[in-house]
């Protein structure tokens, strides 16, 4: 079972830009989807992103995209959030996360990261 452990969340201004990472180990990423969550205070964990297994799709939620990028590196056993423009809205704990399959309801994934805060001001 693949274990993941996300990273680079910080506290950032509107507009600026932030890169959050999620680093596997236990197993290869090669065999998952992987996705990206967040959740915000008094929120349910919302869909952010998806990228298929080598990278050849990717999916966003409305509310990012044109702002965010997911990237993957399966060599490395990595994957990344590229978040661009950011904004108040975004404030929010971020999850890696790890399906057999294409989803976007966080019930389909079975591994998650721990957590990274992500914290946008005004």
């Known amino acids: 079972q693949v274990q993941l452990a996300d990273s680079g969340g910080r506290l950032v201004q509107a507009g600026d830009s932030l890169r959050l990472s999620c680093a596997a180990s236990?197993?290869?990423?090669?065999?998952?989807?992987m996705a990206w969550f967040r959740q915000a205070p008094g929120k349910e964990r919302e869909f952010v992103t998806s990228?298929?297994?080598?990278?050849?799709?990717?999916y966003y939620a409305d509310s990012v995209k044109g702002r965010f990028t997911v990237l993957r590196d399966n060599a490395e056993n990595m994957v990344y959030l590229q978040m661009n423009n950011l904004q108040p809205d975004d404030t929010a704990i971020y999850y890696c996360?790890?399906?057999?399959?294409?989803?976007?309801?966080?019930?389909?994934?079975?591994?998650w990261g721990q957590g990274t805060q992500v914290t946008v001001s005004s």
């Open positions: 996360a790890a399906a057999g399959g294409l989803y976007q309801e966080a019930r389909h994934f079975g591994t």
């Open positions: 236990g197993g290869s990423i090669s065999r998952y989807v």
């Open positions: 990228i298929t297994y080598t990278g050849g799709r990717k």
